[in-house]
């Protein structure tokens, strides 16, 4: 079970997807042009890979309670939906007017398209490619510099792993208190969790901004850090990471309530 929470850490450095459709408010539009959707989306896809690989050593109930289980993190409708509240909560309509406002910007669109290419087959194989030669290694340390400078703002290593654990509290704050377990041994499940180790997917994610962003200027580059470090900038990453943490506790806690109630089902059933 845990590695198949874990499992999707590695899976999102290597696939960075970006989609953007027409939401209909502006929060919903925000988060689409921002990439927070399709976070989702892939967080949910890394899941599923993790769970193909922890299936071979279940039995075929096992299978089956655990696929159902797990369908709360693909639930995309639902995910959003508590992404977007805990959002809203947290970031003003002001601040959003100006996240929204950089988003619409030139250099945002350029930004974009440069991230999309990187989604197909080809970009993909290509920025694989550079990622193991000595190509990140040979990159200039003025740029390779910016590209920490990002990693510092968006911090994906440090928050895709804050949301693996939050993902395994829940499901085990479910299964103990369900269990009949105390707040005290709650808490003490929660503090036995592994923290997945940051540094690997943190180097990842320096590469793929080499790659990714490698004919932008340095200046347009300083401007997208501006931007990810304006007090909105900032407000609303920090609102969205929040927002993500929280839409797959949720989830978790749902998925170790149908777990449970499995588990209960069966036991009934073979009395």
Sequence with gaps: MRRAVCAFVSFLAASTLFVWGEPASPLQ??????????????????????????????????????????AEFSNQPKLRRGLEFMVAARVTP????????????????KIRKHETQLATVEGMAAMQKFATTSQVDAAP???????????DEFQLASNVADISLSILAGL?????????????QVAEIASQLP?????????????????????????????????LRSPSGRKFMQAVWIGMR??????????GERIYESVRKAKLNSQ
């Design 29 to 70: 539009r925000a988060l689409a042009l921002s990439g927070a959707y399709d976070l989702l989306s892939q967080i949910s896809a890394g899941l599923k890979q993790g769970l193909q690989l922890e299936m071979p050593g279940y039995d075929f109930p096992a299978r089956v309670s655990t696929t159902q289980a797990f």
């Design 94 to 109: 002001d601040e959003l007017s100006a996240v929204i406002q950089w988003l619409d910007s030139p250099l945002a669109q």
């Design 141 to 151: 340390a003025n740029r390779a510099k910016l590209c920490q400078a990002i990693e």
């Design 172 to 184: 085990e704050r479910t299964m103990a208190e369900k269990s009949g377990a105390t707040p005290a």
């Design 195 to 227: 923290i997945p180790d940051k540094e690997p997917m943190r180097k990842d994610t320096i590469a793929l901004c080499l790659f990714t962003y490698r004919n932008l200027s340095d200046e347009e580059i300083q401007q997208y850090i501006a931007h």
């Design 246 to 255: 929280g839409a797959f506790m949720r989830a978790a806690m749902d998925a």
